[in-house]
């Protein structure tokens, strides 16, 4: 059952992915009426399989770093869902959502790691410190799609390439402002997750001082802490921010990469 629900729900993202694509390149009514209808119906498929997953293998979604990777791929597509609903033109910025939202998910299915983390500390923060984090994240991963977008948006505008997808995705100086708000709302969740996370690791058995992934976290941290004090300062926009807003986002992505490897708890 819960197998079954877990490649539903991977195979209705697949469709999505490439119905928010189909609708990017070459636009359309149709692509336009069931991109976020099948999206949003691989989300209750998703939500189908973290219930059974929960209720018949007993895994709580803040139990592994798989677990709370399938939590992250569902919060990106809800989060998706609900700002399309308020936000114009938003749309063709799925094609750049839900391929992420799918490698995530199945990612998640790789196994289930062991946690070595004392009982008393994972029961007080482990659900803090990867509740923080997962929002954090979800937060970055729309800020990535805008800044893929943007990049995509403005390559086609210097070239005067003005039909296709440039006529799809929103104005440059919505992407640019939609993808700051987001680094703004997830920047602080995501510090309080490296704070909770840091006493997290320093209480667990096995400390060791430096790991990859923690190294792959800060350097996220400072990419990001550098996108939003450099605009403040320094006026950085456009191209720069949204290079150093993906490049923060693939170091976010590094540190869930460098759990599984380990076979570590989050």
């Not at 819960?2 to 609708?23: K, N, R």
């Not at 403005?154 to 919505?174: I, M, N, S, W, Y």
Request: aromatic share 12%; with cysteine; proline share 3%.
């Amino acid at each position: 059952m819960v197998l079954i629900l877990f490649a539903s729900a991977a195979t209705i993202y697949a469709m999505a992915a490439g119905l928010y694509m189909s609708y990017l390149a070459r636009g359309g009514d149709r692509f336009a009426t069931w991109t976020n209808r099948v999206l949003g119906l691989g989300a209750a498929l998703h939500v189908a399989y973290l219930v059974a997953d929960y209720l018949i293998a007993a895994r709580a979604p803040t139990a592994t770093i798989e677990s709370a990777m399938a939590l992250l791929s569902l919060g990106i597509v809800v989060a998706f869902l609900l700002v399309s609903r308020f936000k114009e033109r938003i749309t063709a910025i799925g094609a750049f959502v839900t391929p992420v939202t799918l490698l995530l998910l199945l990612g998640s299915g790789l196994g289930h790691s062991v946690s070595h983390v004392p009982a008393g500390v994972r029961d007080a923060l482990l659900p803090v410190h990867v509740g923080v984090t997962v929002i954090g994240i979800i937060a970055f991963a729309l800020a990535f799609a805008a800044a893929l977008a943007y990049i995509v948006q403005e390559r086609a505008l210097r070239k005067k390439q003005l039909t296709g997808a440039f006529q799809r995705l929103p104005a440059l100086d919505v992407l640019e402002t939609f993808g700051f708000r987001a680094v703004i709302a997830g920047f602080p969740l995501f510090s309080l997750g490296i704070v909770t996370g840091a006493f997290f690791i320093v209480r667990s058995e096995d400390y060791v001082p430096f790991s990859f992934s923690r190294g792959f976290a800060v350097v996220a941290w400072i990419l990001f802490a550098s996108v939003l004090l450099l605009r403040a300062v320094a006026g950085w926009r456009g191209r720069r921010a949204a290079i150093g807003t993906i490049m923060g986002f693939l170091c976010a992505m590094a540190v869930l990469v460098g759990y599984m490897v380990r076979g570590g708890a989050t």
